[in-house]
């Protein structure tokens, strides 16, 4: 059974930086084909991707967001880590991750979701 | 980047109606689209993939239509469960994006 959870501040400042951290269960990042991708959704609108990173260690980002991005995986400890820099209340969303799988000759692109966490951005 | 134009925003239903969720492509992206269902505070669920393809668990009367820029996504025959925000995603390119949600009512 695969499960994700989204942890990290609730609540952070103007110009602070943001650490959020997935910790997942039943799949491991090792494993060829496999990625751990973020999403967030400020309240009211629409979800937005934000990055995504893959077993092999690459990387994809939102091109509007890369600047502020950084993904890395932690395998051993089954944890995805995402930072985003210099934090704006704009930023103010639900933020989830969610689990990627194109191993085994089929993709389930984002078939497994964590609740969310929400960040406010507010000084 | 392709833009996905979901439409409507907002519907309301009658149990037992027939309910479509449209998702426009700004351009070619095959049948690279997924659907899913998400009811506050909870883990978004997986219901549609490549298009048209029923994902192994979800309930037959959702169903995935369209290839190329025109996809909907439809429930026949809607029960009160379904009662939830429905998003289309594409995956054909990076980035990826997301139709803007539709928030279904069950009157």
């Known amino acids: 059974q695969i499960t994700l959870k989204e942890s990290g501040p609730t609540l952070v400042k103007p110009t602070q930086t943001l650490t959020l951290t997935c910790t997942f269960s039943g799949f491991s990042l090792s494993t060829s084909g496999v990625g751990v991708g973020w999403i967030r959704q400020p309240p009211g609108k629409a979800l937005e991707w934000l990055a995504l990173i893959y077993w092999d260690d690459d990387k994809r980002y939102s091109p509007s967001l890369k600047s502020r991005l950084t993904i890395t995986k932690d395998t051993s400890k089954n944890q995805v880590v995402l930072t985003m820099t210099n934090m704006d209340p704009v930023d103010t969303a639900t933020y989830y991750c969610?689990?990627?799988?194109?191993?085994?000759?089929?993709?389930?692109?984002?078939?497994?979701w964590g609740q969310g966490t929400l960040v406010t951005v507010s000084s | 980047e392709t833009t996905l134009t979901q439409s409507p925003a907002f519907m309301s239903a009658t149990p037992g109606d027939k309910v479509n969720i449209s998702c426009k492509a700004s351009?070619?992206?095959?049948?690279?689209m997924n659907w899913y269902q998400q009811k506050p505070g909870e883990a978004a669920i997986f219901i549609i993939q490549?298009?048209?393809t029923l994902v192994p668990g979800i309930p037959p009367r959702f169903s995935g239509s369209g290839y190329g820029t025109d996809f909907t996504l439809t429930i026949n025959n809607i029960e009160s469960e379904d009662a939830a925000y429905y998003f289309c995603?594409?995956?054909?390119?990076?980035?990826?994006?997301f139709g803007g949600g539709t928030k279904v009512e069950i009157k």
């Open positions: 490549e298009a048209t």
């Open positions: 995603l594409q995956h054909d390119n990076f980035p990826l994006t």
């Open positions: 351009q070619d992206i095959d049948d690279d």
């Open positions: 969610a689990h990627w799988d194109c191993s085994g000759g089929s993709c389930y692109r984002f078939d497994y």
